[in-house]
């Protein structure tokens, strides 16, 4: 991804556009524009947050009935799936307002789908 200046960002990251994950009874389907730009730090999927998120999904009883706390957030994928997964409360917590935005849009997508 390029940035201002010309130069690479050359950091490890999540570059698919699309990443599905199969959950007990459904699949979660998370999409993102595969770019990172020095503006979009928080609200990519980072490698830690997509195999926790493989995690959580691989382990959903730990999650039933359980409440959920992620700090540094971003875009909240492994909290998304622990919701998915039964939890009782879900709080997911980034100092970034525009992380704070896109995982509140997933969990409501996410939220949506699972009801539909």
């Known amino acids: 991804a390029k940035v201002e200046g010309g130069s690479w960002l050359d950091i490890p990251r999540v570059q698919e556009v699309l990443l599905c994950l199969a959950l007990p009874g459904r ?3 998370l999409e993102q524009d595969g770019f990172l730009r020095a503006f979009d730090m928080p609200t990519v999927l980072w490698p830690a947050g997509f195999f926790m998120t493989q995690w ?3 382990n959903c009883h730990l999650f039933a009935g359980s409440r959920i706390l992620e700090l540094g957030a971003g875009v909240g994928a492994p909290s998304i799936v622990a919701s998915l997964c039964g939890g009782s409360f879900t709080l997911a917590t980034d100092q970034e307002p525009s992380a704070a935005a896109a995982a509140a849009a997933a969990a ?3 939220a949506g789908a699972a009801a539909g």
Do not use: E, P, R, T
């Open 27 to 29: 699949q979660l389907v």
């Open 56 to 58: 959580v999904a691989s």
């Open 108 to 110: 409501a997508a996410a």
